[in-house]
């Protein structure tokens, strides 16, 4: 009997931490939301962004194009012998091109914005607040929600889908290289299935969960940074929680947008599944 009170009392006490946590981020993330929207001069202004463009894009190029160009490529090694084995190693692009463009390649260039840049922009907001530097710019007058979390938003906002751009284009290219190139599948005819098969709906689909995912990247690595605990293991914990928190988020994103979008191509749009063996 005690036994049974004692996993209660935990589990009640678990579920009120829980709740006690959601609350907190949905309140920290309608505020940062509110400066996007109420204060758009905290963040058009060129000074302020073109460093976080340039730190969560432009050096994320190299990694995520080279996941990219492997993850093709391991698609392609795969797949190969089977779609072989049948003669339909020449239709092998539109299992490739769709997966990659509208699954694998916005889930995979998220995955490394977490990893990359999440970690540190909850570190570095982390140290901030540790040192007492977010209690000065409140000192100030000013909001450090909106001084330094809506600029950061917005720039994982705007490169996650340009960064998946990058990955979509290598991951394509290295699944044509590993069948085209290296297997000698007839060139013309595998760019014309996927050609057949991928429409401009898929790239869409992938851009817009990109979009979300940048969205929810920025917005669980600040509110980590400004909640982590004093000390340096306080910050390490935060930023581990971050990137843990982020890809959990991603997936479980992935999943209501792949069926909701894959709804909205069938209902308002036409688009429907086509069979790849004609």
């Known amino acids: 009997m005690s036994i049974a009170i004692d996993l209660a009392s935990r589990l009640g006490r678990s579920s009120r931490l829980l709740a006690e946590s959601t609350g907190r981020f949905a309140r920290f993330s309608l505020h940062a939301l509110d400066g996007v929207v109420r204060h758009p001069q905290r963040w058009m202004n060129w000074r302020v962004m073109a460093p976080l463009l340039m730190q969560i894009g432009v050096l994320s190029v190299p990694v995520v194009g080279i996941t990219g160009v492997f993850i093709g490529m391991i698609l392609a090694v795969e797949s190969f012998a089977q779609f072989a084995a049948i003669g339909l190693e020449d239709r092998l692009g539109m299992i490739i091109n769709v997966s990659v463009v509208k699954q694998i390649g916005p889930v995979l260039a998220a995955v490394m914005v977490a990893g990359r840049v999440g970690g540190a922009l909850t570190a570095e907001l982390g140290t901030m607040r540790v040192t007492e530097q977010l209690d000065a710019v409140r000192a100030m007058g000013a909001d450090p929600v909106h001084v330094l979390v809506v600029p950061r938003i917005i720039a994982c906002v705007?490169?996650?889908?340009?960064?998946?751009?990058?990955?979509?284009?290598?991951?394509?290219t290295g699944g044509w290289l590993f069948t085209v190139v290296i297997n000698g599948a007839d060139h013309e005819a595998y760019w014309n299935y996927t050609g057949w098969f991928l429409t401009w709906w898929e790239p869409a689909t992938g851009l817009i969960k990109a979009t979300f995912f940048g969205l929810s990247i920025g917005l669980i690595s600040?509110?980590?940074?400004?909640?982590?605990?004093?000390?340096?293991?306080?910050?390490?914990?935060?930023?581990?929680?971050?990137?843990v928190a982020s890809f959990l988020a991603i997936i479980a994103i992935n999943l209501v947008l792949a069926d909701f979008l894959r709804e909205v191509g069938r209902v308002m749009l036409g688009i429907g599944f086509k069979s790849p063996l004609g």
């Open 158 to 172: 705007v490169m996650t889908p340009i960064l998946t751009v990058f990955s979509d284009v290598l991951g394509v």
């Open 222 to 243: 600040c509110y980590k940074g400004f909640g982590c605990r004093a000390g340096a293991a306080g910050v390490g914990r935060a930023t581990t929680e971050s990137f």
